[in-house]
């Protein structure tokens, strides 16, 4: 059914249907105009931080941006995320030989998700390492539910975080996005829903992931 293929699916992000495009295309514009920039990307489970991570993550490459996206967890390790990012940071091999170049010149993004359950320390001290290094032009997005103070405390202590709070947007721009999501799928307006329904969904919610849910149960 239509309604299953396009709204059953509140545990899957999909970045084109992400509702905070302003929030990161300036988030993006920041990191190319400095060096090592530190975003914590902050709000309640289901609001859609990890939709805003893998938004950064298919677009930054149109701004001649070179993204690394983690999952993050208790499951991260270092090992992992040394492989993906110097992988990520390698030179081409013209630059490597005839250059002399150790790394790319394109900034570096290192997006980070469910920062709250990493559980080693050394994931931390190896992504200031890159922060530092002046040979990159290296920024970190960071997400979860509340800022992390023993992170900030034992490894961010001194440097400027810039925290973005998402909360749920207007109605208007959810609709804009549920509307989208149904006409993905071959869909017309609101159907099988209808508008009203749609608005009084979104108007008791609290979150993107409520309003997903509650609108694939109105369906059964």
């Known amino acids: 059914m239509l309604e299953e293929e396009v709204l059953l699916s509140p545990n899957e992000p999909n970045p084109n249907f992400m509702v905070y495009k302003e929030e990161a295309r300036k988030l993006i514009l ?6 090592s920039e530190c975003f914590w990307i902050l709000g309640k489970t289901g609001i859609g931080k990890t939709t805003f991570l893998l938004w950064l993550n298919e677009y930054a490459p149109l701004y001649h941006i070179v993204p690394v996206f983690f999952h993050g967890g208790e499951k991260l390790t ?23 170049r150790r790394v790319i010149e394109k900034p570096l993004l290192i997006l980070i998700d469910e920062v709250e359950y990493i559980k080693d320390d050394n994931v931390f001290q190896y992504l200031i390492g890159k922060l530092d290094d002046t040979q990159l032009h290296t920024s970190l997005v960071l997400a979860s539910v509340d800022i992390v103070e023993d992170v900030v405390k034992n490894h961010f202590k001194g440097r400027e975080i810039n925290r973005i709070y998402l909360e749920i ?11 989208k999501r149904i006409e993905a799928s071959g869909g017309e307006d609101f159907q099988p829903f209808g508008k009203q329904l749609v608005r009084d969904v979104i108007e008791s919610s609290t979150t993107i992931r409520d309003v997903l849910i509650k609108l694939g149960q109105s369906s059964r």
Not at 30 to 35: F, N, V, Y
Not at 169 to 179: A, H, K, L, Q
């Open 78 to 100: 270092l090992a992992e995320m040394k492989e993906k990012i110097e992988e990520a940071i390698r030179p081409s091999f013209f630059s490597r030989v005839f250059l002399r």
């Open 30 to 35: 920041k990191a190319i105009a400095e060096k």
């Open 169 to 179: 947007p207007s109605s208007e721009i959810i609709m804009d996005m549920i509307r």
